[in-house]
Nanobody, 127 residues
Framework: QVHLVESGGGLAQAGESLRLTCAASGRTFSNYAKAWFRQAPGHERELVGAISGDGITSKLADSVKGRFTISRDNDQNTVNLLMDKLRPEDTAVYYC????????????????????WGQGTQVTVSS
């Protein structure tokens, strides 16, 4: 079992930065691929970024490329999402997810590919 807890959400103005952290406990963290998803009201949950268990491979959604960075620290059992140049359309609840595989996988952008989820943290960006 993997338990995930997100932190770092809050309010920001357009152009500012926020850093989200997902802390994991339970099974060997380094064996799990991790991802950040987000869900805005009235919208489906969508991938923000995914990273392999060893941290070598990462993927980012086109909408956040050049602005967001996903990284992980297996010694600290954390995965981070640094969000720069925030936009109002980034407003959503952000969720951390984990899958029991090292690789990002071909379906990394699909929520059903992840077995474990955090409770989510709200990010609100004002214009």
């Amino acid at each position: 079992q993997v338990h995930l807890v997100e932190s770092g959400g809050g309010l920001a103005q357009a152009g500012e930065s926020l850093r989200l952290t997902c802390a994991a406990s339970g099974r060997t963290f380094s064996n799990y691929a991790k991802a950040w998803f987000r869900q805005a009201p009235g919208h489906e949950r969508e991938l923000v970024g995914a990273i392999s268990g060893d941290g070598i491979t990462s993927k980012l959604a086109d909408s956040v490329k050049g602005r967001f960075t996903i990284s992980r620290d297996n010694d600290q059992n954390t995965v981070n999402l640094l969000m720069d140049k925030l936009r109002p359309e980034d407003t959503a609840v952000y969720y951390c997810a984990a899958a029991p595989r090292n690789s990002v996988g071909s379906n990394y952008y699909l929520p059903h590919g992840y077995a474990y989820w955090g409770q989510g943290t709200q990010v609100t960006v004002s214009s």
